[in-house]
């Protein structure tokens, strides 16, 4: 049986006019053509699906059912058309995000992921924090579409764009002498109790900020070893030692705590987008990737130099957020 989709419309068209004149008119076809098209699907078929005298045409009990199936069919291959265009477009589909512990923390990125939900809601979002080195693997292998990354040493297998470059900021008790100052160098942190990342928990951060201060002949004290960039926070704001992460964790204000910023001008961290080059990237990963690329250009991203005492309980307004490249 080769019955084509021209036939099931051809068909609607008798079925719904019952009159093949108006019917060939409606299809901007002539008639014999059309009389000579149904009669090919009835023999297709096997089943008279039309009753024909010289005045009128109506439906056999066949006819009934099979234009009820045609519609259906017809209904369907639309909406497998529309779905099909939408997914081609970005409009649908699925998007895995790999992201440091770090990254909601900068506001381009952020902003970009609540915008990205609003402009594409029918987009099936799966975010998983993950360390920067232990997105390599997944992104390799195509579980995961993009990844939100550090600085870090990467295979042949993956590309990247630089998303923004933002300062490293010391942080100390506000009770330290330090605290007070509006900026201080690497070498009058060199004996103090460091608060920093377990080497083996795989974020980027602990190599960028080891190979900064190896770079300035530093060799940090480190007494305490954690996980999570919010536990060192924590930590330096009980007293238990200094420590340096990237400007965006400003957001987080604790009054215990003071944010100074660090001299040496190669104290900067780098945030990227990173993706596979040997998998297809989908539209809506596309998508992703201009909207966090155009909010990074952004001027009201850009970082300023932002007063590190605050007060108690103050909030970060849009003069101190991370910077663009």
Same mark, same amino acid.
């Given at each position: 049986?080769?019955?084509? +989709?021209?036939?099931?419309?051809?068909?609607?068209?008798?079925?719904?006019?019952?009159?093949?004149?108006?019917?060939?008119?409606?299809?901007?076809?002539?008639?014999?053509?059309?009389?000579? #098209?149904? #009669?090919?699907?009835?023999? /297709?078929?096997?089943?008279?699906? &039309?009753?024909?005298?010289?005045?009128?045409?109506?439906?056999?009990?066949?006819?009934?059912?099979?234009?009820?199936?045609?519609? /259906?069919?017809?209904? #369907?291959?639309?909406?497998?058309?529309v779905?099909?265009?939408? $997914?081609?477009?970005?409009?649908? @589909?699925?998007?895995?995000?790999?992201?440091?512990?770090?990254?909601?923390?900068?506001?381009?990125?952020?902003?970009? &992921?609540? +915008?990205?939900?609003?402009?594409?809601?029918?987009?099936?979002?799966?975010?998983?924090?993950?360390?920067?080195?232990?997105?390599?693997?997944?992104?390799?292998e195509?579980?995961?579409?993009?990844?939100?990354?550090?600085?870090?040493?990467?295979?042949?297998? +993956?590309? =990247?764009?630089l998303?923004?470059?933002?300062?490293?900021?010391?942080?100390?008790?506000?009770?330290?002498? +330090?605290?007070?100052?509006? /900026?201080?160098?690497?070498?009058?942190?060199?004996?103090?109790?460091?608060?920093?990342?377990?080497?083996?928990v795989?974020?980027? $951060?602990?190599d960028?900020?080891? @190979? &900064?201060?190896?770079?300035?002949?530093?060799?940090? /004290?480190?007494?305490?070893?954690?996980?999570?960039?919010?536990?060192?926070?924590?930590?330096?704001?009980?007293?238990?030692?200094?420590?340096? $992460?990237?400007?965006?964790?400003?957001?987080?204000?604790?009054?215990?705590?003071?944010?100074?910023?660090?001299?040496?001008?190669?104290?900067?961290s780098?945030? =990227?987008?990173?993706?596979?080059?040997?998998?297809?990237?989908?539209?809506?990963? %596309?998508?992703?990737?201009?909207?966090?690329? %155009?909010?990074?250009?952004?001027?009201r991203?850009?970082?300023?130099?932002?007063?590190?005492?605050?007060?108690?309980? %103050?909030?970060?307004?849009?003069?101190?957020?991370?910077?663009?490249?």
């Amino acid at each position: 049986m080769n019955v084509e +989709l021209r036939h099931l419309r051809y068909f609607i068209a008798v079925a719904e006019e019952l009159h093949f004149g108006r019917a060939a008119a409606r299809l901007n076809i002539s008639q014999p053509p059309l009389s000579q #098209q149904i #009669q090919l699907l009835e023999a /297709q078929i096997g089943a008279r699906l &039309l009753a024909r005298t010289n005045r009128s045409v109506s439906l056999t009990a066949a006819g009934r059912q099979f234009l009820a199936d045609s519609r /259906q069919i017809l209904s #369907q291959m639309d909406a497998a058309a529309v779905r099909a265009a939408r $997914l081609h477009a970005g409009e649908t @589909g699925e998007l895995r995000i790999g992201f440091t512990s770090s990254a909601p923390f900068i506001r381009a990125i952020s902003d970009s &992921l609540s +915008l990205f939900r609003k402009r594409y809601p029918d987009v099936h979002l799966q975010t998983l924090e993950i360390n920067t080195r232990a997105q390599i693997m997944p992104l390799n292998e195509g579980t995961l579409d993009i990844g939100l990354m550090r600085n870090t040493p990467l295979p042949e297998t +993956l590309e =990247w764009r630089l998303i923004l470059r933002e300062p490293l900021m010391a942080m100390l008790h506000c009770d330290h002498p +330090l605290a007070a100052r509006e /900026q201080l160098s690497l070498r009058e942190l060199a004996d103090e109790p460091f608060v920093f990342f377990d080497p083996h928990v795989g974020t980027g $951060l602990y190599d960028d900020i080891i @190979g &900064l201060l190896h770079r300035h002949g530093v060799k940090a /004290q480190i007494t305490q070893e954690v996980g999570e960039a919010m536990t060192i926070i924590g930590l330096v704001a009980a007293g238990l030692g200094v420590s340096i $992460l990237p400007a965006s964790f400003q957001r987080v204000r604790l009054e215990e705590m003071r944010w100074v910023a660090i001299e040496e001008p190669d104290a900067v961290s780098e945030m =990227w987008l990173v993706w596979s080059k040997h998998h297809e990237r989908s539209a809506a990963s %596309e998508r992703f990737i201009a909207l966090v690329s %155009e909010a990074a250009l952004a001027p009201r991203y850009s970082v300023q130099k932002c007063a590190v005492n605050h007060k108690p309980g %103050e909030i970060f307004d849009d003069s101190c957020r991370s910077a663009s490249p």
